[in-house]
Nanobody, 125 residues
Framework: VQLQASGGGLVQAGGSLRLSCAAS????????MGWFRQAPGKEREFVAA????????YYADSVKGRFTISRDNGESTVYLQMNSLKPEDTAVYYC???????????????????WGQGTLVTVSS
């Protein structure tokens, strides 16, 4: 599976962006999808994950209520709608694919099998 993340850019604090992650083949039957981010000088951190069917999702506390993860299996695409953005959301955002759903499992980056190349989100104050 190849993943291509897009949609990053420069936005003012309080604004919104929608990230997309397109997969090279249908993801509907196999993969949990997650978003992670890495800010300059910081470790990679979990942002959100969504189950195969889209009926379950899980968020980091730092983005809960502001970000929404969704997926369109017909289009093999996962989205991250980011609202009320803050300067501390500035980071390179990565999408990733895993094969097991458990809230403790999906928040660990090493449990993911495939990664996209990342898209930069910059939030100005």
């Amino acid at each position: 599976v190849q993943l291509q993340a897009s949609g990053g850019g420069l936005v003012q604090a309080g604004g919104s962006l929608r990230l997309s992650c397109a997969a090279s083949r249908r993801t509907s039957t196999s993969y949990i999808m997650g978003w992670f981010r890495q800010a300059p000088g910081k470790e990679r951190e979990f942002v959100a994950a969504i189950s195969w069917s889209g009926d379950r999702s899980y968020y980091a506390d730092s983005v809960k209520g502001r970000f929404t993860i969704s997926r369109d299996n017909g289009e093999s695409t996962v989205y991250l709608q980011m609202n009320s953005l803050k300067p501390e959301d500035t980071a390179v955002y990565y999408c990733a694919a895993a094969t097991y759903w458990n809230e403790d499992y999906v928040k660990v980056g090493n449990n993911y099998n495939y990664w996209g190349q990342g898209t930069l989100v910059t939030v100005s104050s």
